[in-house]
């Protein structure tokens, strides 16, 4: 399956990229392909080496401003004009979706792919992978939305929340298993 990541492209402690390598070789020994944004440095680089090493294949899709800092032994790159062209690629070309640590751009497309889930336009399973309890916030935050009504949909069918990378990969492979 095609796994498209959100994450940082920040230099990040160990204590993220610990994680984010481990389910990096999940995904390349799982024969899966890394969709990402296709930057060659920070947290992305090391999801997209922890793939490569394990096998998987790495799709990426960088926006035309961040092209120097593109991966330059992807398998496909793809580069679009602009943030939202690049996010609409991303989601286009995946099967799923994780979200890990990140900023206000990884928040942005973990929103926006949920929105997409509320409104059925898109049945992609969207993980959000809660390292270390970076989105214990954001969780609660959604919690409270689905509680005074805002989501039309049970948040448990908009996201799941995975607590380390194992769980993320099983839930990814059950969810798509059904298809």
Known sequence: MNICVFLSAADLDDRYTRPAQEFAKLLGKGGHTL??????????????????????????????????????????????ENLAERKRLLLEKADAVVIMVGGAGTLDEATEIMELKKHGHTDKPVVLLNTEGFYDGLKEQFRRMEDEGFLPRPLSDLVFFAEEPAGAMAYLEESLSGR
């Open 35 to 80: 969709v990402w944004g296709g930057a060659d440095v920070g947290l992305m680089k090391v999801v997209a080496d922890g793939v490569r090493e394990a096998g998987g294949r790495l799709v990426g899709v960088c926006v035309e401003f961040l092209a120097a800092r593109a991966r330059a032994d992807a398998d496909e790159m793809v580069m679009a």
